[in-house]
């Protein structure tokens, strides 16, 4: 499997964009601001796992996707043991395959004496319908899978919605 960490794939924004990909895990990647639910992976992408933060919003992946569980304090000390191996690295963008594994070692052995009560998070998947305002309204991965497949139209999907503003705010449209 091909790991894949910190890499900033906001260009990627349109269906497809990000083509047939296999076999790969995605940690700490930075995902596109999209306004609406998009397919970023071609048919036929299977095997990938994604290992947050932060959370994919409007992401479409494929069905057979893992969205793993990681151990806040253990990434910590994988990014402390990349940056103390490669004192020219600032952070985690564009690692290498060699830079790659010091990180999964190092966030394999932290984990590996953390306790088991130690936090544990789960990559979140969130669907979001926003307005050219700001304003926001939750969907269900259903709905964001049938507005792909144009089974439901994304104008009938936001009749139904309650949008917010970015303080929480219900947003009252006029009729």
């Keep these: 499997m091909m790991t894949i960490i910190g890499a900033r794939l906001q260009r990627f924004a349109t269906a497809g964009a990000l083509g047939v990909v296999t076999d790969t895990r995605y940690v700490h990647c930075f995902w596109p601001h999209l306004d609406r639910p998009v397919a970023l992976f071609a048919a036929g992408s299977s095997g990938i796992e994604v290992m947050g933060p932060p959370t994919p919003r409007n992401v479409v992946f494929p069905a057979d996707t893992v969205f793993l569980e990681y151990l806040p ?38 984990v590996a004496v953390l306790p088991r009560t130690a936090a544990r998070v789960t990559t979140a998947k969130r669907f979001l319908l926003r307005d050219p305002d700001g304003a926001r309204a939750e969907i269900t991965e259903v709905e964001a899978t049938d507005l792909i497949a144009g089974r439901v139209a994304e104008a009938a999907l936001r009749a139904t919605k309650q949008f917010r503003d970015e303080a929480g705010n219900v947003v009252v449209r006029a009729r």
């Design 73 to 110: 304090d253990a990434m910590a000390v994988a990014q402390t043991a990349v940056t103390s191996a490669f004192p020219e690295k600032r952070g985690l963008i564009n690692l290498t395959e060699e830079q790659i594994a010091v990180w999964q070692n190092a966030y394999d052995a932290h």
